[in-house]
């Protein structure tokens, strides 16, 4: 199943617009996450307070998945998809997040693992804007602090 294969045109806008996140930077949602997540106050993190675009469901691409299976994924064709998704493949230390409305893509980013870590099972359906409620956890491994974030 591929819910974004038909924005091939809808992918080449938007390589140009200003809500991507296309270098190899931790995007603005990430950097949200993190900073809540670090809060020792903060006990849910819905994904809705942490954005400003239209979306209605997102999707988590794991660490070294290629640029060429994302833009697969949301229909980007050969030509258009270095535009898109501007990384070789995510880097160990992050996830691509992928946000659409609709049949329409509307912000990808990278997500630094160490602004938490999404338990999530892998879904191509992916998770609806209802469900992206989770439940902070911080875990110690070894000196550092792990930061998990769970479904409610």
């Not at 670090?38 to 819905?46: A, D, E």
């Not at 997500?111 to 989770?134: C, I, M, Q, T």
């Amino acid at each position: 199943m591929k819910p974004f294969v038909r924005l091939a045109p809808v992918a080449l806008a938007f390589a140009f617009v200003a809500c991507s996140e296309l270098g190899n930077d931790t995007g603005q949602v990430s950097q949200r996450i993190g900073e809540l997540a670090r809060n020792p106050q903060t006990r849910q993190i819905s994904l809705a307070d942490v954005t400003s675009f239209g979306w209605d469901r997102f999707f988590v691409f794991q660490p070294g998945t290629k640029r060429e299976e994302i833009c697969q994924f949301i229909g980007a064709k050969r030509t258009n998809c270095g535009r898109v998704i501007r990384y070789e493949s995510v880097p160990a230390t992050h996830v691509a997040l992928v946000f659409g409305l609709g049949n329409q893509l509307t912000h990808t980013e990278l997500h630094a693992l160490a602004n938490g870590r999404f338990d999530l099972p892998p879904s191509e359906r992916g998770y609806s804007k209802e469900a992206a409620v989770f439940k902070v956890r911080r875990a110690l491994a070894g000196a550092e602090q792990e930061i998990w974030l769970e479904p409610q």
